[in-house]
């Protein structure tokens, strides 16, 4: 989850273009493979949000987001709160 999207690599590995990988998986979950991964690291930022003690910064180091802006905008995108936000309704 840390590593970058690399379609060309997928592609590769299953020995297909990189649209027709695309297709099949917009086909089978909706999502493009960028998107699917925007939402497993959503999803994984918020357990640790609810789970860990670990900051803002080290959970997107966790998750593979880079720039906090992104991971902020994203987050609240997803669940409606900021990360910290979140962490304040879930804890209480």
Same mark, same amino acid.
């Given at each position: 989850?840390? %590593?970058?999207?690399?379609? #060309? !690599?997928?592609?590769?590995?299953?020995? &297909?273009?990189?649209?027709?990988?695309?297709?099949?998986?917009?086909?089978?979950?909706?999502?493009?493979?960028?998107?699917?991964?925007?939402?497993? %690291?959503?999803?994984?930022? #918020? !357990?640790?949000?609810?789970?860990?003690? &670990?900051?803002?910064?080290?959970?997107?180091?966790?998750?593979?987001?880079?720039?906090?802006?992104?991971?902020?905008?994203?987050?609240?995108?997803?669940?409606?709160?900021?990360?910290? !936000?979140?962490?304040?309704?879930?804890?209480?």
């Amino acid at each position: 989850m840390r %590593r970058p999207l690399v379609l #060309k !690599e997928i592609a590769r590995a299953v020995n &297909l273009s990189e649209p027709h990988l695309r297709s099949l998986f917009r086909a089978e979950t909706g999502m493009t493979p960028a998107q699917y991964l925007k939402s497993l %690291r959503m999803q994984k930022a #918020k !357990e640790l949000l609810e789970e860990t003690f &670990l900051n803002v910064k080290q959970i997107m180091f966790q998750v593979g987001v880079n720039e906090k802006s992104h991971f902020a905008r994203a987050f609240r995108q997803t669940y409606g709160l900021s990360p910290a !936000e979140y962490r304040k309704c879930v804890r209480g």
